[in-house]
């Protein structure tokens, strides 16, 4: 009986130059798909992070007003790793973000002011994979995320941006997904996989916080693992895998 073939993923388009990365919290693009950001921050694109929270409510032992000050640091030089300087936060409150116009309205903002290509976010469904239940705060930021990509390029939706000066944005062609249970493209990872375990190690007090193993062994064996995984889809190179949607 011969082993069933694993349908291989296409590479990612490659034909764009400006990107946004939006999601909920500090450390989601660096567990998710930090390894890709760095390959093309190296071709010369430009990407941008818009994070809702500042991860405030994410450290059990560190208050709110202590914590989400902490975690900002964190994430602005863990972009530095990866080559990303712009680094904004919306402030909705970590753990209770609600999916609804006024999420839809600042992240439609977002993506007028650094007018993206691309448009990048982490897994909007229930579940990890069909196993492991999700977190509203990512369901909420991820389904948020692919109605404002719309919503950017339409005058009518959100007026007042408009008289604010952000003018319509209908130059969105793709949004990516990391994290989703239903890749359709991939990224190399080859390159950029070191860079990405340093990115991540970026947010020590979250991980120490998190869990007992050495940062650097859980920071590596994690990444590696994810990576190895996707490549099975990519001609067996280490890959990082999204789900793409066309507009």
């Known amino acids: 009986m011969t082993e069933p073939t694993i349908s291989q993923l296409p590479p990612m388009p490659d034909d764009w130059q400006r990107a946004l990365a939006v999601v909920a919290h500090p450390d989601d693009l660096e567990y998710g798909c930090a390894a890709a950001i760095a390959s093309w921050t190296d071709a010369g ?6 994070l809702a929270t500042r991860g405030e409510a994410g450290i059990d032992t560190l208050e709110p007003a202590k914590c989400g ?17 712009d680094v904004g936060f919306l402030d909705h409150a970590d753990g209770v973000i609600e999916y609804g116009p006024a999420l839809r309205r600042d992240i439609a903002a977002a993506i007028r002011r650094h007018r993206p290509e691309l448009v990048i976010t982490l897994n ?27 919503d950017a390029g339409n005058r009518w939706i959100f007026p007042e941006l408009t008289e604010q000066g952000l003018e319509p944005w ?8 990391a994290g989703s249970g239903n890749p359709t493209h991939a990224v190399d990872a080859t390159d950029g996989l070191e860079r ?35 490549g099975k889809r990519f001609g067996n190179r280490p890959a ?6 066309p507009r």
């Open 170 to 177: 209908n130059g969105v062609r793709w949004v990516a997904v």
């Open 124 to 150: 909007h469904r229930d579940t990890w994979g069909g196993t492991f239940w999700n977190t509203p705060d990512h369901v909420a930021v991820g389904r948020a995320t692919l109605d404002a990509a719309g």
């Open 196 to 230: 990405a375990v340093r990115s991540l190690l970026e947010h020590r007090t979250y991980i120490e916080a998190l869990t007992d193993e050495d940062p650097q062994t859980y920071a590596r064996g994690l990444l590696t693992g994810f990576a190895e995984e996707a």
């Open 240 to 245: 990082v895998a999204f789900e793409l949607f």
């Open 69 to 85: 000050p902490l975690r900002e640091r964190e994430q602005r030089a863990s972009a530095a790793v990866v080559g990303v300087s």
């Open 45 to 50: 694109r430009e990407v941008s992070y818009v």
